[in-house]
């Protein structure tokens, strides 16, 4: 399987003011405070089969969905909202499976502070009504959620 690796900008620089900090003069790999330097996770973003066609998944193949209320790649899923719609978030960078282009992702700060990855113009999002891999039981839910296409567009339905 072919993988590009997109590396975030933000998060890059968060992890590298990080280091600088964590890291003694010395080299050592230790946190300041004793513990453990903490090396980051790249999220792998992919495409599986679904009723709908192929559509954006992460790398345990738990399916990602956009939400219309979302504007310019913006996110405004918040409180209870993003207690059931769980954001795909980066700590580090994104590899793309096969067939994904990259120059359709990117991320977004979210007000919380914390990074989400977009796909086109959307925030990408979980749902916790799937359970297993390859569910799409958020598909469609109040109009405004909908899985994600190859070319960045939202199915819809």
């Given at each position: 399987m072919r993988t590009t690796t997109v590396t975030l900008t933000a998060a890059t620089a968060?992890?590298?003011?990080?280091?600088?900090?964590?890291f003694g003069?010395?080299?050592?790999?230790?946190?300041?405070?004793?513990?453990?330097?903490?090396?980051?996770?790249?999220?792998?973003?992919?495409l599986v089969d679904s009723?709908?066609?192929?559509?954006?998944a992460d790398q345990e193949g738990r399916i990602l969905y956009g939400f219309t209320k979302d504007k310019d790649a913006e996110s405004v899923c918040e409180d209870?909202?993003?207690?059931?719609?769980?954001?795909?978030?980066a700590s580090a960078w994104a590899v793309l499976g096969e067939g994904?282009?990259?120059?359709?992702?990117d991320t977004t700060e979210r007000?919380?502070?914390?990074?989400?990855?977009?796909?086109?113009?959307w925030p990408l999002y979980y749902y916790v009504g799937d359970v297993l891999p390859e569910e799409t039981n958020g598909q469609g839910l109040d109009d405004e959620w909908?899985?994600?296409?190859?070319?960045?567009?939202?199915?819809?339905?």
């Open positions: 968060l992890l590298t003011l990080t280091a600088c900090g964590l003069q010395d080299g050592d790999e230790e946190a300041a405070a004793g513990e453990p330097a903490v090396e980051a996770t790249p999220v792998e973003v992919v009723e709908f066609g192929e559509v954006l209870d909202c993003i207690a059931t719609w769980p954001a795909l978030t994904l282009e990259e120059a359709l992702l007000t919380d502070g914390v990074t989400q990855i977009t796909y086109g113009e909908f899985v994600i296409a190859t070319d960045g567009s939202q199915i819809r339905e």
